[in-house]
């Protein structure tokens, strides 16, 4: 399996960014993929999901309202929608899979991609 995030980059406070994380390797109906993020010197914190098999979707409390998250079978693709940028959300977003409902847990992924920059400035 393999994950290729693209998307990042670097945004003035309040504009959007939208990520794309295309998987590759198997069949994903029954996966959830999740975004995390890692700031400097911070952890690796959940950011959204979608599961596969239902189009559920999770995020955190701080980009409700702001980021969708969302996903398109044909291209066995993920995407982050994300608006209303603030300075806070920069980070190195990273996204992820598992053969299993969502987790909130980065260690309960199995397989990542590389990681997007995304740069908020004030």
């Known amino acids: 399996v393999q994950l290729q995030a693209s998307g990042g980059g670097a945004v003035q406070a309040g504009g959007s960014l939208r990520l794309s994380c295309a998987a590759s390797g198997r069949t994903f109906s029954s996966y959830a993929m999740a975004w995390f993020r890692q700031a400097p010197g911070k952890e690796r914190e959940f950011v959204a999901a979608i599961n596969w098999i239902d189009d559920n979707t999770y995020y955190e409390d701080s980009v409700k309202g702001r980021f969708t998250v969302s996903g398109d079978d044909a291209k066995n693709t993920v995407y982050l929608q994300m608006n209303s940028l603030k300075p806070d959300d920069t980070a190195v977003y990273y996204c992820?899979?598992?053969?299993?409902?969502?987790?909130?847990?980065?260690?309960?992924?199995?397989?990542w991609g590389q990681g997007t920059l995304v740069t908020v400035s004030s």
């Open positions: 992820a899979a598992r053969r299993s409902i969502v987790s909130r847990d980065y260690e309960r992924y199995t397989y």
